[in-house]
């Protein structure tokens, strides 16, 4: 099944912070993270392992809490160039990544 | 520059037509990938092929087939086109099953059946 990504869109001011959620139904082991600009193709992000610490990539960041199934995506001061849609992808234990229907983020200046 | 390419970028198929998607990775993959993308459903799995000589059903496979080449490429076929199947489709690669670098996207065809 999808995981279930929240909120579905997401309007900012430049500089505010952002929080997108994923949660799947089933135990994962890993959770991707995506970006798609308009017209183009996804854009890895990171990767989180079970077991795994929190990573960071700029001031984008994410957290995977095993037991409870998700993960969360932090945006902090965003930029214009952070406007997309964001997706996740849960591995399950059949080695295949399902991504969510995503949560598109609109930075205003 | 190395990447995932796909061909063709768009396409416009009648009802009942065939036709053959390409994609090609100069990266060494081992795996790839075929999704489609349609609005407000994500990214789905249509087909994925761990290794060379192996392809296996992802959430969508029902009119579609696919041939994995060689370890390069990975071809994604629609044998009798139908409405439903207008979407933008995109080839993805990544060096494992589950990769830590993720994957690689091309950059998608855009198909419309009329």
């Known amino acids: 099944q999808q995981p279930v990504q929240s909120p579905q869109a997401v309007i900012l001011r430049e500089g505010e912070d952002a929080v997108i959620n994923c949660s799947s139904s089933k135990a994962l082991y890993s959770v991707h993270w995506y970006r798609q600009k308009h017209g183009e193709a996804p854009v890895f992000l990171m990767i989180l392992l079970k077991g795994g610490e929190q990573k960071g990539h700029e001031k984008i960041s994410a957290s995977f809490n095993e037991k409870k199934q998700q993960s969360s995506l932090y945006l902090t001061a965003s930029q214009l160039s952070y406007s997309g849609t964001y997706f996740c992808g849960t591995e399950t234990m059949d080695d295949k990544i399902i991504f969510g229907k995503g949560t598109r983020l609109h930075i205003l200046p | 520059n190395a990447g995932v390419t796909q061909t063709p970028k768009f396409q416009v198929l009648k009802t009942g037509q065939s036709m053959t998607l390409q994609c090609a990775q100069d990266m060494n993959h081992n795996s790839m990938y075929w999704y489609r993308q349609d609005p407000g459903m994500g990214l789905r799995l249509i087909y994925y092929?761990?290794?060379?000589?192996?392809?296996d059903k992802g959430e969508v496979p029902n009119g579609y087939n696919v041939s994995r080449l060689n370890k390069r490429e990975f071809s994604l076929r629609l044998e009798s086109a139908a409405p439903s199947q207008t979407s933008v489709y995109f080839c993805?690669?990544?060096?494992?099953?589950?990769?830590?670098?993720?994957?690689?996207f091309g950059s998608g065809t855009r198909l419309t059946v009329v």
């Open positions: 993805a690669s990544s060096a494992q099953t589950v990769p830590m670098y993720g994957y690689t």
């Open positions: 092929s761990a290794s060379e000589g192996t392809t």
